[in-house]
């Protein structure tokens, strides 16, 4: 006989809805809202910009004040200067240099303002050679008459230079043919008094120094009016410069 087969009815469990309210009257805590990532680029962002550009200007500032502490702008020459050659910017170029000290910052020409004009040199100057001060002479501010010598070197101080200021005179030639006087033999006479030596170059040769030097002094009007005669007795005798240090 076959056994009897009985159904069991199972009671299905309830499932809590989220929106009911919990057991004891306590509201559900609400979703949280799904997050979303921000679509805005950084590079957009005002701030960082403006911080970028603050570091990009500082380092910059910091690289020229780097590259230029203490420099000071000096003029060198360009090519090989003789002495008695006039000077000007073509001459020359600018060279930055730090020096040890303002004083010997000041022994050479500023590179902020360009030499005056009619600037002449009063000893050569080597290519690349800094220009100092003490090399170069001022242009005379009066009116002159530039006027040649060709004068024995002998007969030229060492201490001329551009720039000095020297007594031109003609003394009787050495030949014997000298005037002579009743008092002797002729003396030596005064052409030009006080005059400006314009230019002094050094007539050096491949054989050794020239025994000529040529001498151009620059005569001031008061002394203009003596010019034709001063010119004639160039040629009577020997000329000599006299020059008061």
Same mark, same amino acid.
């Given at each position: 006989m076959m056994p009897r087969m009985t159904s069991v009815l199972r009671t299905p469990r309830a499932v809590a809805d989220p929106a009911s309210p919990a057991p004891g009257g306590t509201p559900p805590r609400p979703a949280s809202p799904a997050a979303t990532r921000s679509t805005r680029s950084r590079?957009?962002?005002?701030?960082?910009v403006v911080?970028?550009?603050?570091?990009?200007?500082?380092?910059?500032?910091?690289?020229?004040?780097?590259?230029?502490?203490?420099?000071v702008g000096v003029w060198s020459a360009? %090519?090989?200067?003789?002495?008695?050659?006039?000077?000007?910017?073509?001459?020359? %170029?600018?060279?930055?240099?730090?020096?040890?000290?303002?004083?010997?910052?000041?022994?050479?020409?500023s590179a902020d303002t360009a030499p005056r004009p009619g600037t002449v040199l009063t000893r050569d100057v080597g290519a690349g050679e800094l220009l100092p001060r003490a090399a170069v002479a001022d242009a005379p501010r009066q009116s002159l008459t530039e006027v040649p010598l060709s004068v024995p070197a002998d007969q030229v101080p060492a201490t001329v230079s551009p720039g000095a200021v020297v007594d031109v005179w003609v003394t009787p030639a050495r030949d014997g043919a000298a005037r002579t006087t009743q008092t002797g033999t002729e003396a030596a006479r005064l052409l030009?008094?006080?005059? /400006? %030596?314009?230019?002094?170059?050094?007539?050096?040769?491949?054989?050794?120094?020239?025994?000529?030097?040529?001498?151009?002094v620059g005569v001031p009007v008061d002394q203009q009016?003596?010019?034709?005669?001063a010119l004639a007795a160039l040629g009577?005798?020997? /000329?000599?410069?006299?020059?008061?240090?």
């Open positions: 590079w957009r962002d005002p701030r960082l911080g970028v550009a603050l570091v990009a200007l500082a380092v910059l500032l910091g690289a020229r004040l780097l590259g230029h502490d203490g420099a360009r %090519v090989s200067l003789p002495a008695g050659q006039r000077v000007d910017a073509g001459d020359l %170029v600018r060279r930055e240099v730090v020096f040890g000290s303002q004083a010997d910052a000041d022994r050479y020409l030009f008094d006080d005059v /400006v %030596v314009v230019a002094a170059p050094h007539a050096d040769t491949a054989l050794g120094p020239a025994t000529t030097r040529q001498v151009i009016a003596s010019l034709p005669g009577t005798g020997t /000329v000599l410069l006299t020059h008061r240090g």
